[in-house]
Structures are given as structure tokens and as C-alpha cells.
């Protein structure tokens, strides 16, 4: 099957909508993988910095990580959220990723925000991902 970003499927555990925060970095998750540069420019400060710990990379600056986000190729079946994780300034959420029936990246982006506050922007993503194939 062939699906496009926007058709990916989303899959999230219960309760993911109590609190703001939770649904806040659901979105943006969701808004990296299907390329949704309005929404995260929308989340993220101009100084995000985001480390992808697999590939040793650090993307510095709201510029180069929408241009990172446009070079991603990979087309996503489906998004599996595990659990989502929010503590003041501090959020994490992890899951799965799948690419197509044999292939999977589990992952996990701890995020860190500007402030406490709702109207807190995204500041720092550590990102860790394992890709497998079944």
C-alpha cells in the first residue's frame, strides 16, 4: 500500500487529551513526520535545537529544521503512540513508526520548552529512533 504523509494512520493511548502540553507535543510529532512547516513554526522557537542521536546530528535554528523536515523521504503507514509524558517545562513521547509492513522505527523525542507555561515554545528535541525490520 502506498499512502502519502497525509494519509498516514495515528494511533494514541487514552487520556492523551487531559492536558494541553500532552496533546501539544502529539501535534508536533505528528507535524514533523507529515511535513507541516506552519504548524511547527507555529511551536517552536527560533533557536530550537534538535539532536538526531542515531545519525550524530545537530540541527541548530528554526530555518534549518524545517529544511530538515522537507528532506525527509520516507513514507509513514502509521504513527503508534506509547505514552506521552509532560512535567513542567519537560515533555517525552515514544512509540513506533511504520514504515511499510516490514519495517519499523521505534522511537522516543524528549522534548524541552521554553517555560512552563502553555504558551511555551519548543526549545530542545533530543531525538532517539531504532529502525528494524521484522
Not at 540541527?59 to 509524558?85: K, P, R
Not at 519499523?104 to 531504532?130: H, L, M, P, W
Request: hydrophobic share 35%; glycine share 4%.
Amino acid at each position: 500500500m502506498n499512502r502519502s504523509k497525509n494519509e498516514m494512520k495515528l494511533i494514541v493511548p487514552k487520556g492523551s487529551d487531559n492536558a494541553p502540553r500532552k496533546q501539544l507535543v502529539i501535534d508536533f510529532t505528528v507535524a514533523i513526520l507529515k511535513q507541516q512547516l506552519e504548524i511547527i513554526t507555529d511551536y517552536a522557537a527560533e533557536s530550537i535545537i534538535w539532536y538526531q542521536l542515531q545519525e550524530n546530528k545537530k540541527v541548530e535554528g528554526l530555518c534549518s529544521v524545517l529544511a530538515s523536515v522537507q528532506d525527509e523521504t520516507n513514507t509513514i503507514e502509521c504513527l503508534e503512540i506509547y505514552q506521552v509524558l509532560t512535567h513542567g517545562k519537560f515533555a517525552s513521547i515514544n512509540g513506533v513508526i511504520s514504515l511499510g509492513p516490514n519495517t519499523i522505527i521505534d522511537f522516543c523525542d524528549v522534548y524541552t520548552f521554553s517555560n512552563a507555561a502553555r504558551s511555551g515554545k519548543v526549545k530542545e528535541i533530543k531525538s532517539y529512533r531504532q529502525q528494524s525490520v521484522k
